[in-house]
Each structure stands twice: as C-alpha cells, then as structure tokens.
C-alpha cells in the first residue's frame, strides 16, 4: 500500500538488526504516503505516549483512539495498526528469528494478506529490519524517478521494465534501490 518518494521511506540506519517485524510494519505504515519528517514526528508522539518505547502489541490496543489521532495518526491508519497489533497477538506476525529464516516472497505473502500492509510496505521491512541484500521495490516512485533521471529519460519505467532491468543487478538490488533513492533531482547523465 504506500509509495515513497525520495524522502518519504524509513530509513535504513534507524532500524536496529532486532527489530520486531511487527514494530517495523507500524513504522512501515506511520510513513506511507507522508514525508519522513511528518511521519517522525508521529511516530515521536506515539513513543512519548509509551515512555519513550515502542508499544507492545497490547499496549497499542490499550491505547485511546483520541491519542492515537492526537499522535497524527489518519483514522485508517489507525486501523491498520491496531490490526497489526492484533495480527502480532494472534502469532499471525512472525518474530525477527523468524521473519529471517523466512524466504522474500513467503513473507510478502503472509505479511500482505494484513489489511493496510502492501508489497511495498513488506518490501520496506525486508530491506530496513531485515536487512535483505536483494529487493527491488519497483513500486516504489522514488526508486522508478531515480531511474528516469540517471538515465534521462522523459518518463519513468513501469514496475514492470524496472523489474526486467533489475534483474541483472541481482543479487545486490538493495544497493541498486538506495543509489536511485539518492540520484540529485538535479541529475544531467553524461
């Protein structure tokens, strides 16, 4: 569900190797469709409401919707989260020892069947939290504009022809997707 932008993603360095898929598909989901620093802030808010921790499953369900609204959190985001919290209670949302043995697509799979929680939302967690070296989230309009731009081109490619071209650069399609994210919008190829 979410497409991000050049700003608009988690950030890899702010993911901690043993973060819960559950905590990181909450973030994954305060940042869909919003810029970084808007999404920050509302995740600031939800930790300070926790003490300055993230909210276990059950502590998110015991949180007041007016707070959670208060934090910034849209009404259907708030759904999704308390769904997550409910799919983490129910084993329905696998650990981190877990989620890393898993392969790519079963976790894509399993994890998309949740509402709110998209390819590109899973994609996120496969490449931040879990630190998978080969996904291309071909989605993503960051990483489709890096593209047009290092190649200048007049229109992006489709997921599609982007998941065609990226096939050569596996199995490193994680560093592929960062150096897109990051071509200056200013970019003139040579």
């Given at each position: ?55 276990a499953p059950a502590a ?131």
């Amino acid at each position: 569900m979410g497409q991000a932008g050049n700003n608009d993603r988690p950030r890899p360095d702010t993911a901690p190797d043993t973060q819960e898929p559950y905590e990181a598909l909450v973030r994954a989901v305060a940042y869909q469709q919003l810029h970084g620093k808007a999404a920050a802030a509302i995740l600031g808010r939800l930790l300070e409401l926790h003490g300055g921790q993230f909210p276990a499953p059950a502590a998110l369900l015991a949180t007041d919707v007016a707070q959670l609204r208060a934090c910034g959190f849209s009404g259907r985001k708030i759904t999704y989260i308390t769904g997550l919290a409910q799919a983490a209670l129910a084993g329905n949302i696998p650990d981190h020892a877990t989620a890393l043995a898993m392969e790519d697509e079963a976790l894509i799979t399993q994890l998309t069947a949740l509402p709110g929680i998209g390819r590109w939302t899973v994609e996120m967690m496969l490449m931040h939290t879990l630190r998978r070296a080969d996904i291309l989230p071909v989605d993503d309009l960051g990483v489709r504009e890096g593209f047009r731009r290092l190649k200048g081109l007049s229109t992006a490619p489709t997921p599609r022809l982007l998941r065609d071209i990226g096939l050569a650069w596996s199995p490193h399609r994680s560093s592929a997707a960062w150096y897109l994210w990051h071509v200056p919008r200013d970019y003139l190829p040579p």
